[in-house]
């Protein structure tokens, strides 16, 4: 735990520092706690007479603390990699050993939840990496996601871990189709689309054979692609026909496809992906969940930097839900509003 720390005026303050507290100028937050102090916030500081003093870790403490950061970052992707490659191995004995399956769902459950328990971390990660197209960590990117929502929206932990059960196995189906269809380059034949989108009912009649397991999560995976407009499928069902838990795979399933490309159109960078599930709020997506989960994940992203378009990097500052591709942010010259640049935009989001 983190915890020494000094004042310094601002005369004293070095590019470079770690910020032991959060200040605000003009209602925006200039310094964010625990990240690094920038010539030119120093600047806004010594002009603005916005504060005497600044609170900052003292050195040994922040030089551990970046460490510990970019090695909490660096463990946590190969965690991902670890779960994903035992995921495998749990489907492989689910069908080929047509073994039980529920107790190796139920501990892998509990492992999604412990490793996943920093948000922050979680969604740098899963922006930052994806999925590409493996189907194992792409479920491993799904589960933490609905687990994280899950708590977000106040579900019971039995709740939580039925979810998480259904996410875990929302694409298990696609497992047990043609390899040749499933990974095809180029446009796919009508006959194959069809033939994919079987894969929500393939996996409900799988799983519903596991004996004791509770029903709810054979429906969360056989509704994750139904459409609250009655457009998805495989059985067309409105709102009010579908699911809770396919509702939350649903917006987890699509921020990790639009973090991984693999959305219809192409995304610019990490706000376009919000975007997009703004957008699908709209008719498609649950609108109450997917208005938590935004609310929520761009307070994940302040503070952070990005690299613009323009190859610029700056900080974020600020996110407006209401323009949400748009933050306010802070280069080495200042403030950035992008809301006034309309030529400029977020690429990426730097971990």
């Known amino acids: 735990m983190l915890s ?12 470079g520092m770690i910020s032991a507290s959060d200040i605000k100028f003009e209602n925006n ?87 996943f328990k920093s948000t922050g971390l979680v969604i740098r990660d899963i922006v930052s990496h994806g999925s590409s197209e493996n189907i194992y960590r792409h479920s491993v990117n799904v589960s933490a996601i609905s687990f994280i929502l899950a708590k977000w929206l106040g579900f019971s932990e039995k709740e939580i871990n039925l979810l998480t ?11 047990q189709i043609d390899p040749n269809i499933l990974n095809k380059k180029g446009t796919l034949t009508k006959e194959d689309v069809e033939t994919i989108k079987t894969h929500p009912v393939i996996g409900y009649h799988f799983v519903k054979k596991i004996p004791f397991i509770d029903p709810s999560v054979g429906l969360g995976i056989l509704m994750h692609h139904e459409k609250a407009d009655g457009s998805g499928y495989p059985m067309h ?13 649903a917006i987890a399933d699509l921020f990790d496809n639009v973090s991984s490309n693999r959305y219809s159109k192409e995304i610019a960078g990490p706000f376009d992906g919000l975007k997009i599930i703004q957008e699908e709020s ?43 591709t748009k933050p306010l942010l802070l280069d080495d010259n200042g403030f950035l509003d992008l809301r006034k640049e309309k030529d400029l935009y977020v690429t990426k989001l730097v971990v």
Do not use: W
Request: net charge negative.
């Open 29 to 115: 937050l200039l310094l964010a706690k625990g990240n690094p102090i920038s010539e030119t916030a120093i600047n806004i500081l010594s002009e603005n007479y916005i504060v005497d003093k600044v609170e900052v870790y003292e050195d040994d403490d922040y030089k551990q603390k970046l460490e510990i950061k970019a090695k909490t970052v660096e463990e946590l992707e190969k965690t991902f990699n670890e779960l994903s490659a035992n995921l495998e191995d749990i489907f492989n004995n689910i069908y080929s050993l047509q073994v039980n399956g529920i107790d190796e769902i139920r501990v892998f459950s509990k492992k999604i939840q412990e490793e």
């Open 4 to 15: 020494k720390s000094k004042s310094l005026p601002i005369n004293e303050l070095k590019a």
């Open 237 to 249: 069902l409105k709102e009010e026909k579908i699911h809770k838990f396919a509702k939350i795979i």
């Open 165 to 175: 059960y259904s996410a875990i196995l929302h694409d298990f189906g696609k497992t």
């Open 282 to 324: 709209l008719g498609k997506l649950d609108n109450k969940y997917c208005t938590m989960f935004l609310n929520h994940i761009v307070n994940y992203y302040m503070g952070e930097n990005v690299i613009l378009n323009d190859k610029r990097s700056c900080k974020i500052i600020q996110v407006d839900i209401n323009d949400i």
